[in-house]
């Protein structure tokens, strides 16, 4: 089988403090190339700054945030910005504390393409993809791979699926139920894009 995964359901999920103290994060996955983790944001406060990192953040809970960018940014809950992790940028609540997620990726090692699927919609790995995340965020969410029986995602939960060989085979697929609402991206570690 060209791919394997498997789900990280929030109770595996690894709590530590934010890069500048200023919060908390929960780490859902991990490798030298990218990053998925939890953010909660509890007040107005800066940005971690991850220099060589590209940043895609959604709101997953709560009002939303206002980035202090120039022009001002707004996200509002279930939308999402990809934008330089060096970035200095400070959040500003809109109306009490949210929960974000957020992919960081080593721009030197790695590029991606991510997105929010919503309410009866379909989304495939994309080609070339080493990496297929996807995470349930209100509703269910449902995978399917080539060898595997589908997997049933419970809002909160991530599914972490990588490519081990060469070929491709079918790309795994996301299927999203009228209502409910997934992350997804596809990772593509630059020494693999040859």
């Known amino acids: 089988m060209a791919w394997t995964g498997r789900i990280v359901p929030p109770s595996a999920f690894q709590a530590m403090p934010w890069k500048n103290g200023m919060g908390m994060t929960w ?3 991990k490798t030298p190339e990218w990053r998925l983790s939890l953010a909660a944001i509890e007040t ?5 700054r ?7 953040l959604v709101v997953i809970e709560g ?12 996200l509002l809950h ?12 400070t959040c500003h609540l809109i109306d009490g504390p949210t929960r974000d997620l957020n992919l960081m990726v080593d721009r030197a090692m790695a590029s991606f393409s991510a997105s929010l699927v919503k309410g009866a919609d379909v989304a495939m790995a994309a080609p070339g993809a080493r990496f297929f995340l996807a995470m349930a965020l ?29 070929d491709e085979g079918e790309r795994p697929l996301l299927h999203v139920g ?16 040859g």
Do not use: C, K
């Open 138 to 166: 209100a509703g269910r969410a449902r995978l399917e791979m080539a060898g595997y029986p589908p997997v049933e995602l419970e809002q909160g939960s991530a599914f972490i699926a990588e490519r081990w060989s060469g």
């Open 50 to 56: 991850f220099e060589g990192q590209d940043r895609f």
């Open 78 to 89: 279930h939308e999402a910005l990809r934008f330089p992790g060096e970035t200095p940028v």
């Open 27 to 29: 780490e859902i996955a």
């Open 178 to 193: 009228e209502g409910n609402a997934a992350f997804q991206a596809s990772i593509v570690p630059l020494r693999d894009a």
């Open 63 to 74: 009002a939303g945030i206002e980035l202090g960018f120039t022009p001002p940014v707004r």
């Open 44 to 48: 107005d406060a800066p940005f971690s």
